[in-house]
């Protein structure tokens, strides 16, 4: 199955409690780390709910 690559570039603070959990579902917890997951429909709800703080990359 194909891959994705995605960056996290904003930062949880300040954020609702439900963004910070998602980020931490998609495995990201640092600015500016990269990660790399199945392209599931899952995966892309996800990061859609948080596409203003994950860049996807490559």
Do not use: N
């Amino acid at each position: 199955m194909a891959k994705i690559k995605i960056k996290q570039t904003g930062s949880p603070i300040r954020r609702p409690a439900i963004q910070r959990k998602t980020l931490q579902g998609l495995g990201l917890d640092k600015m500016h780390k990269v990660v790399e997951l199945e392209d599931t429909p899952e995966v892309r709800g996800m990061i859609r709910s948080v596409r203003h703080m994950v860049e996807v990359v490559g």
